[in-house]
């Protein structure tokens, strides 16, 4: 009898601390903002990045670059100069203020300078230095250097110095340690490159040469991600948000890879197929919730 | 126990009532009546019944209990505990409901989709629906529908509207608001006030519209108009072409063309024969109807198919699709076979079939399988169709309903010769042309027939209905397989990743497959990796001696690891990949290199409709297997006039294995022994079906299957003796039949030519383009019978008339409708959307509001319950249950957990209920039996001994026991 009570005690403990395993993320504020309808279409927001000010960029499904103000109004946009064949999926603001788009079906890098009708052209299809397939991700280093991650059977990432010059490659396909497949996202923090490693459903990071890899959380490390589309860093660079494509979910980490929480959403901000993800000085984490074709803003708590 | 009734229904009790003893259940009462009611007023709670609140009378009778029973906290919060009980109880069975008020508001747009919606319209609507449900208030809700024909839903109310191309597969030709209407009313949530926002031209051509729009007020559902406006102030259109009734070869005759305009003008007008221009010129137009004769003639036997088309300026027309109309003739004459060719047909095989047939009286006609007629009455002039060796992929399902009612309805013969590509290698398992032949594809009751199995993988479509499409053309390639083989979908779910549709399953679970189908979502998939790991762990699972998967994709997806492709390979499994839109045809190399590296085929369709056609192809690759490449004498079975003059056979060297249906005539066929069983494998079989006639020869009639039969003198005469046995014998009729449309309707008349004059019982069904009909036939004048029906939609409508005396005598009519009824209307009805808003309370809109206006301000509370009673019941146990627990058992946390002094508070323990016992003695004045009443014997009835007598010996005997107990645990 009493060792049945005791054995109840603890399985009920068990289970209370069972619950504490998966900590659900709480903000203050969900803000959903729709997209600009373009013709008869409701597009869909792929990569998002932020620009001066806490403007808001973002690319969508139908070739335009949008921009919002802080306050989530929809305030210009632009077009990419092609987008029959394809849309791109990633999105950066560069150090100088110009912006880097990853034109993924055309092969290629666009860089828009301060004036968007003004833009140049990085790489074409192929395999070498400097040449790219599917390239879906680009991010930019404290140092200048520019990061670039593809995919497509090509998958890698590829440096290039702040005026495009290949510096040098690394990753390759397959599912090993410094293999990469489909890496979708990176964010750069204190000379490490983090990767949302899609199709291996997991985040590795890299030294910012690409000489050391280290797996930060998988399904080994007792972490599960499914499918890692993009991720961002908070503001004190302590915590990992990432966004599972997947899962439909936001994964808050470590950096060392330990869970903090996870954010799904209510029945009417619930994520569907998220990609894209960016945090403002603010702690805002901006979500492109993009099998609902819309902007989820996160604002306040998180932990 | 003796208790008195009278200190059951009130107990005595040696204490004074107080305001002390009083206060608890006073509070208790005052504090469940006040919570009640708060929650009924607060609008949280609804009690269906009142009446058991009179229950609260009892409440008393609870004190009283209370009042007589023991003291103490535990007696106090017994009470309390029972006070809640009880009011839980009462709750109950008012049978509460949990009330939700909120002013959420869903608009659900309902938007016509039908042919006289031009595209230019449609794009311009749909730009104003998504503007306006990008711009609605956040919490509100928004869905969209297509209707035409009919209604479907394209997105569900949900918080956006994620719309990128119509995806519903709606029937363009016609237009029924009322079930656009009766599927967005469906389609509101309850506990929301909804509102439906139809856009229309208001032309409606179907449906009950009036009943639902009394419905719909009845449910406080407005409905929002916003009219599509158009009118025509010109318009030129083809009412009709007329031709003969009965034509004779080489007399003159006259095609008569009915051409309406709005406007005066002129236009060109052309008349073709079977594609050929017989007529064309330029001809004056008059306001309203004009007649144009045109005289043609008929050198030969057969089908003719006659079209006319008048080609204006754009000033005079607006719509073009209404310029057309189509009539056929069928001159009668000497009997025609049709041989019918594959891509991959021997041609020696169609050499020796057309030499052994040009012996007999019968022209012989050789076409490829596109060239195959469309409709039954364009196979009338043929007496007999072969096809020789042709797939199933080169014919499109027309074709096939085609040859199908050719036998079936109009007596013309069928043969299918085989080869590599027939029977069930060539698809046709599951098809009309299975049913018609005398032998099945289904070879479940072959012991050696190896099954297969199949992994279709399905990736997004990006086009115009590109999911509908990718599920249609699996419905289909599942039915090609045979009932033992196994099949598995799978696809990237929008919220569960790489998943399967359905786990591999045998295809004889084909209903529901195509449920679980139609319900798929289907995502954009990151990569192939996972599910071709799922796909192939699924197919390696399958005992199937033949493994395939099949991917559709648009080529971006991450390509699998070269290890994984490996494994396809090492265990035989080969993929195709069919690229659909390939993000403009570039990327397609990933695709490319998983059928190459895994030995599957790789596609590239540029036309959607070529879909259906390769996955059918590639699903036969499983039937592959049921070719048997042997040896062998085949052996006479039953009698045939077929086998007339042969006397003995030659060796063939393979054949399709196919099972003879019971009914068919075995003519020749394969037996051979098989695990110490006779097997007979059909080789020649015929049978006799619906009014026509059919036979399988599984073997292939040309040298690579049949080398010894080529040069056997006997071909000729077994293979024109097939033929002869199954084609259609040529017969009198003095029916002559004529069929027109008639604005929504089809007119048939019937001329009786008899000789003698006699009334008929004529018998005519209609074949149209969505569902069959019979028509009932009005005898108007001697020999002159009428008959109406209406009309389906747009296509080629056949008729078959019966009738007769004696031996039944029959005739054929048809005529085509070119184009819908959208297109016979030439201004937009507002009219009507304004009575459909004034009748449902609803606005007219102009198609220019922004989601803020569309989704009106003035909006009003909508309050929905539901019930609770469940809720509360299980309270009301599981409270029922601590209550007991609660007055009953007694834990002595320090004995649990107090260690090596467990057994002294055990004894506290113990006497705490005797004390308790000696108490409850008191208070209900009964005395107890006895102890230790020894029981007369060890069988006596249970119940001669009093209860209360047992039960104070039960508890006495337990205190014994625990007493010992504790004294040797102390000891």
Not at chain 2, 359 to 380: G, K, M
Not at chain 2, 400 to 409: K, N, S
């Amino acid at each position: 009898m009493r060792l049945g009570v005791i054995v109840m005690v603890l399985v009920a403990s068990f289970v209370a601390c069972g619950a504490e395993l998966e900590p659900a993320l709480q903000f203050d504020l969900v803000r959903s903002i729709e997209l600009p309808s373009e013709g008869p279409r409701s597009p869909a927001p792929r990569g998002i990045t932020l620009g001066a000010g806490g403007e808001r960029i973002v690319l969508d499904n139908t070739g335009r670059i949008l921009v919002y103000d802080s306050a989530g109004r929809f305030s210009r946009s632009w077009r990419m100069p092609r987008s029959e064949i394809g849309n791109p999926e990633g999105i950066c603001r560069l150090r100088d203020g110009r912006i880097a788009v990853a034109d993924t079906h055309y092969h290629r890098i666009i860089i828009f300078g301060l004036d968007v009708r003004e833009f140049e052209t990085i790489g074409c299809k192929g395999i070498g230095p400097l040449e790219f397939i599917y390239p879906a991700c680009i991010v930019q280093g404290d140092d200048g250097c520019i990061y670039v991650a593809e995919y497509g059977g090509n998958d890698r990432i590829q440096k290039l110095s702040e005026t495009g010059e290949f510096l040098c490659a690394f990753g390759s396909f397959g599912s090993g340690l410094a293999q990469l497949q489909r890496p979708s996202g990176m964010v750069w923090h204190a000379g490490r490159l983090y990767v949302a490693d899609a199709m291996n459903q997991r985040i590795v990071a890299f030294d910012d040469d690409g000489g050391k890899v280290s797996e930060i959380a998988s399904e080994r490390s007792g972490l599960t991600l499914r499918y890692p589309y993009d991720l961002c860093l908070s503001v004190d660079g302590e915590t990992l948000y990432v966004a599972e494509f997947g899962g439909g979910r936001l994964t808050a980490m470590t950096t060392g890879g330990h869970l903090v929480g996870r954010w799904t959403g209510d029945d009417r901000t619930r994520l569907r197929t998220p990609w894209g993800l960016a945090v403002d000085a603010h702690g805002t984490l901006m979500v492109t919730d993009t099998g609902n074709h819309r902007l989820i803003e996160l604002v306040g708590g998180g932990l | 126990m003796n208790i008195p009734f009278r200190d059951i229904l009130w107990p005595r009790s040696s204490r004074r009532a107080t305001l002390r003893t009083w206060l608890p259940w006073m509070l208790a009462l005052s504090a469940v009546a006040a919570g009640m009611a708060a929650l009924v007023l607060g609008e949280v709670l609804d009690l269906v019944e009142l009446w058991p609140l009179n229950l609260f009378v009892f409440i008393p009778w609870l004190w009283r209990q209370y009042f007589c029973g023991p003291r103490g906290v535990r007696a106090v919060v017994g009470f309390a505990s029972r006070l809640l009980l009880f009011g839980t109880a009462i709750l109950c069975l008012c049978e509460p409901r949990a009330v939700r008020s909120d002013d959420r508001l869903t608009v659900m747009f309902a938007v016509d989709h039908s042919s006289s919606i031009t595209r230019q319209a449609s794009d311009e609507i749909m730009s104003w629906v998504v503007a306006a449900a990008a711009t609605k208030p956040e919490r509100d809700e928004v869905g969209l529908l297509f209707f035409g024909q009919d209604a479907f839903v394209e997105l569900p109310p949900a918080a956006t509207l994620p719309f990128e191309a119509v995806n519903v597969d709606v029937g363009r030709d016609g237009t029924d608001v009322s079930s656009a209407l009766s599927l967005g009313a469906a389609m509101l949530p309850e506990g929301n006030a909804g509102r439906i926002v139809l856009v229309s031209d208001g032309v409606d051509t179907e449906g009950d519209l009036s009943s639902v729009l009394d419905d719909l007020k009845a449910r406080g559902v407005p409905v929002d108009v916003v009219p599509v406006q158009y009118t025509f102030e010109s318009e030129v259109w083809i009412e009709r072409l007329e031709l003969p009734t009965f034509a004779e070869i080489g007399r003159p005759y006259e095609a008569t063309v009915i051409v309406s305009s709005l406007k005066k003008g002129d236009g060109s007008l052309r008349l073709t024969q079977n594609g050929k221009v017989v007529f064309e010129d330029q001809v004056q137009l008059d306001a309203g109807k004009n007649r144009f004769a045109i005289g043609v003639q008929v050198d030969t036997a057969g089908y003719f198919r006659f079209e006319v088309e008048i080609a204006t300026d754009e000033a005079l027309d607006s719509w073009k699709r209404n310029n057309r109309a189509m009539a056929s003739v069928h001159v009668r004459g000497r009997g025609s076979i049709l041989i019918v060719t594959g891509s991959a047909t021997d041609e020696r095989a169609v050499s020796a079939i057309r030499r052994s047939l040009e012996a007999t009286e019968r022209q012989v006609v050789v076409e490829p399988s596109f060239a195959v007629p469309r409709t039954a009455q364009a196979i009338l002039p043929y007496d007999c169709v072969v096809l020789v060796d042709v797939p199933r992929a080169e014919l499109d399902e027309v074709q096939i309903d085609a040859l199908y009612e050719a036998v079936f309805e109009d007596a013309c013969g069928f043969l299918m010769v085989g080869g590599p590509n027939s029977y069930g290698p060539g698809g046709y398992g599951g098809s009309k042309i299975e049913q018609l032949l005398p032998v099945s594809m289904d070879l479940t009751e072959k012991k050696v027939m190896p099954k297969g199995a199949l992994a279709i993988v399905l990736h997004t479509c990006e086009f115009n209905q590109g999911n509908t499409w990718g599920k249609n053309i699996t419905k289909r390639a599942i039915k090609v397989l045979d009932p033992r083989d196994e099949v598995g979908v799978l696809a990237y779910d929008y919220q569960g990743a790489d998943t399967w549709v359905f786990d591999m399953a045998p295809v004889a679970e084909y209903d529901r497959m195509a449920r679980l189908i139609n319900g798929a979502q289907i995502g954009d998939m990151p990569g192939f990796q996972l599910t071709m790991q799922m796909g192939l762990k699924g197919l390696l699972a399958s005992d199937a001696s033949v493994r395939h998967m099949i991917i559709i994709s648009d080529g971006d997806p991450s390509p699998p690891t070269p290890k994984l492709l490996q494994r396809f390979v090492d265990n035989r499994v080969s993929v195709s990949t069919v690229a659909v839109f390939p993000h403009g045809g570039q990327d397609v190399g990933v695709m490319q290199q998983l059928s190459k590296a895994t030995g599957g085929s790789y596609y590239k369709p540029n036309n959607p409709n070529k879909l259906p056609a390769i996955f059918v192809k590639e699903a036969t690759r499983l039937r592959r297997s049921s070719i048997l490449l042997r040896a062998f004498t085949p052996v006479s079975v039953e009698p045939s006039p077929i086998l007339k003059g042969v006397d003995s056979l030659p060796q063939l060297d393979g054949y399709v294995l196919t099972t003879a249906r019971p009914e068919a005539t075995l003519v020749l066929a394969h037996e051979y022994e098989n695990e110490g069983s006779v097997e007979i494998d059909p080789i020649l079989s015929t049978w006799r079906y619906g009014v026509g006639a059919s036979a399988a020869f599984t073997s292939d009639l040309a040298p690579k299957w049949c080398g010894e039969w080529v040069e056997w003198s006997g071909y000729r005469a077994i293979v024109s003796q097939m033929v002869t046995e199954i084609s259609r014998q040529q017969s009198s009729s003095n029916l002559r039949a004529k069929a027109y449309a008639a604005g929504s309707e089809g007119v048939i008349v019937v001329e009786d030519w008899s000789s003698e004059s006699r009334l008929l019982d004529l018998l005519v069904e209609v074949d149209g383009p969505e569902q069959d009909d019979a028509v009932v036939m009005r005898q108007v004048g001697a020999r002159r019978y009428v008959g109406r029906f209406p009309l389906t939609g747009r296509g080629e409508y056949e008729l078959r008339v019966v009738g007769g005396d004696g031996e039944r005598e029959r005739a054929h009519a048809g005529f085509a409708v070119m184009y819908s009824s959208e297109f016979m209307r030439f201004r937009s009805d507002p009219i009507e959307l304004e009575r459909i808003a004034e009748r449902t309370e609803g606005r007219r809109l102009t198609g220019s509001e922004k989601g803020v206006e569309l989704f009106t301000p003035d909006r009003s509370l909508v309050r929905t319950s539901r019930s609770i009673v469940d809720w509360v019941l299980t309270l009301l146990v599981l409270w029922l249950l601590l209550d007991v627990a609660f007055r009953r058992v007694q834990i002595d946390f320090r004995a649990l957990f107090g260690g090596m002094r467990f057994s002294d508070q055990k004894t506290v323990t113990v006497g705490a209920l005797l004390d308790a016992q000696r108490d409850r003695k008191t208070v209900t004045e009964v005395v107890p039996a006895p102890l230790s009443q020894p029981s007369s014997s060890p069988t006596a009835e249970p119940e001669t001994a009093a209860e209360p007598v047992v039960g104070a010996a039960t508890l006495n005997s337990l205190l014994a026991e625990r007493r010992k107990k504790h004294g040797s645990s102390d000891s």
